[in-house]
């Protein structure tokens, strides 16, 4: 799954926890346990589905979910703005997914010991 930077970086430090879809037809089928690798750019991070859960607006999962969770960075009425800029009313209609996300620490996986701090 493509995502902006500001997002991409967010999943990558591991302090975005939830992300938001709209329930598009080929993400109806998403559950715990799938992997997600999100890319910007060359840059990509891979991911497990801990749950999906569905809403019917983005204000319901924000309020469920926790704007720190989908994006630790800006205030919720802010959050609330960006997203529907992506996604306008017609999308959000079709229903919201909230993804929790855990990161998968590439560098453990392949055996390559992680930077220090890690």
């Not at 037809?25 to 999100?38: E, Q, T, V, Y």
């Not at 998968?104 to 890690?118: H, K, V, Y």
């Amino acid at each position: 799954m493509n995502l902006y930077r500001r997002y991409f970086d967010l999943v990558a430090d591991g302090s975005k926890t939830i992300e938001v879809r709209v329930r598009y037809p080929h993400l109806r089928n998403l559950k715990a346990g799938d992997h997600i690798r999100f890319v910007c750019g060359r840059d990509d991070a891979l991911t497990r589905v801990k749950r999906v859960s569905r809403y019917d607006s983005f204000e319901d999962m924000l309020d469920a979910e926790g704007p720190e969770r989908v994006n630790p960075a800006s205030p919720r009425d802010q959050q609330l703005a960006n997203i529907r800029r992506i996604y306008g009313p017609e999308k959000e209609a079709l229903g919201v997914l909230a993804i929790e996300i855990e990161l998968i620490d590439p560098p453990a996986e392949s055996g390559i010991a992680p930077p220090p701090g890690r």
